[in-house]
């Protein structure tokens, strides 16, 4: 069975930092791509930032130079830290795992619970 676990969710003012974490069991983490998502009031859930099993990174533009996407394989979790936060910043953060359980399913999406992100003074 696959599990992820976020953490580090709260409330923060404009211009600070937080850093998400993403704690996944069940899965063959180094082969997996993985994703941190985010969805305020009202909208859909859009990608903010990926890593994919080669390290390579991408960034929604609107968190591009803010946000750093990280990941340890030894830990099976994935990092999402935050700097320089907006209020626009706010919303549910969700971790997202693409890849194949260690029971040996077909590559699928595997999502965490999401954690609250807010950013206000």
């Known amino acids: 069975q696959v599990q992820l676990v976020e953490s580090g969710g709260g409330l923060v003012q404009p211009g600070g930092s937080l850093r998400l974490s993403c704690a996944a069991s069940?899965?063959?983490?180094?082969?997996?791509?993985l994703n941190w998502h985010r969805q305020a009031p009202g909208k859909q859930r859009d990608l903010v930032a990926n890593i994919l099993s080669s390290g390579s990174t991408n960034y929604a533009d609107s968190v591009k130079g803010r946000f750093t996407i990280s990941r340890d394989n030894d830990k099976n979790t994935v990092y999402l830290q935050m700097n320089s936060l907006k209020p626009e910043d706010t919303a549910v953060y969700y971790c997202?795992?693409?890849?194949?359980?260690?029971?040996?399913?077909?590559?699928?999406?595997?999502w965490g619970q999401g954690t609250q992100v807010t950013v206000s003074s």
């Open positions: 069940g899965i063959i983490f180094s082969d997996a791509s």
């Open positions: 997202s795992v693409f890849g194949r359980s260690i029971a040996a399913m077909p590559r699928r999406f595997y």
